[in-house]
């Protein structure tokens, strides 16, 4: 079974800047899709941003220019960079490992942009 675990969510200022990570654990293929999703309250969950197993990142037009994904294979984690943060971008964060064979998603790390 693979675990899947968001940290670094939390308060931060407009126009500042967070990075979330998600840690994988388990049986990881070689080959998956490592999604960043946000659900902001009363509205539905949202992809954010993508990385393919080679490399190939999408962002959301909404957050493109701000947000950067990464990861790190070696460490099986994932990244989010969150900068010129807005108070939309207010939301539970989750990350979701997909493969061929699983799609595991994490518990979510709340990230809130209030002055």
Do not use: H
């Amino acid at each position: 079974q693979v675990q899947v675990v968001e940290s670094g969510g939390g308060l931060v200022q407009p126009g500042g800047s967070l990075r979330l990570s998600c840690a994988t654990s388990g049986s990881i293929f070689s080959t998956y899709v490592m999604g960043w999703y946000r659900q902001a309250p009363g509205k539905q969950r949202e992809l954010v941003a993508t990385i393919r197993s080679d490399s190939e990142t999408n962002v959301a037009d909404s957050v493109k220019g701000r947000f950067t994904i990464s990861g790190d294979n070696a460490k099986n984690t994932w990244y989010l960079q969150m900068n010129s943060l807005k108070p939309e971008d207010t939301a539970v964060y989750y990350c979701r490992m997909t493969t061929v064979v699983y799609d595991y998603w994490g518990q979510g790390t709340q990230v809130t942009v209030s002055s």
